[in-house]
Nanobody
Framework: QVQLVESGGGLVQAGGSLRLSCAASGSFSHINVMGWYRQPPGKQREWVALITNSGSTNYVDSVKGRFTISRDVAKNTVYLQMNSLKPEDTAVYYC?????????????WGQGTQVTVSS
């Protein structure tokens, strides 16, 4: 059984910072791409950032320059450092990972963590 467990959400004022973490646990061979998504209130889930196992990163335009994704391969953990937060960043944030068990890969999701940015 593979699990992704997120932590680090909360309430912050506009302009503040939060750091999200997501740790993978269970039995697996290795992790390929890890990423973050978010679902604002009343809206669809959207992609935010991703990082490959070689460390390449990519971001949605709305967070470029404010958010930084990173990962600790040894700890099977991905992070999202969020700076200069805006009220429109309010959402439930989910981590996602493509995880291999042998030669078979599957996409896994965390349970989500709430981020609320007050104006």
């Amino acid at each position: 059984q593979v699990q992704l467990v997120e932590s680090g959400g909360g309430l912050v004022q506009a302009g503040g910072s939060l750091r999200l973490s997501c740790a993978a646990s269970g039995s697996f061979s290795h992790i390929n791409v890890m990423g973050w998504y978010r679902q604002p209130p009343g809206k669809q889930r959207e992609w935010v950032a991703l990082i490959t196992n070689s460390g390449s990163t990519n971001y949605v335009d709305s967070v470029k320059g404010r958010f930084t994704i990173s990962r600790d391969v040894a700890k099977n953990t991905v992070y999202l450092q969020m700076n200069s937060l805006k009220p429109e960043d309010t959402a439930v944030y989910y981590c996602s990972a493509t995880i291999y068990r042998g030669v078979t890969s599957s996409n896994y999701w965390g349970q989500g963590t709430q981020v609320t940015v007050s104006s």
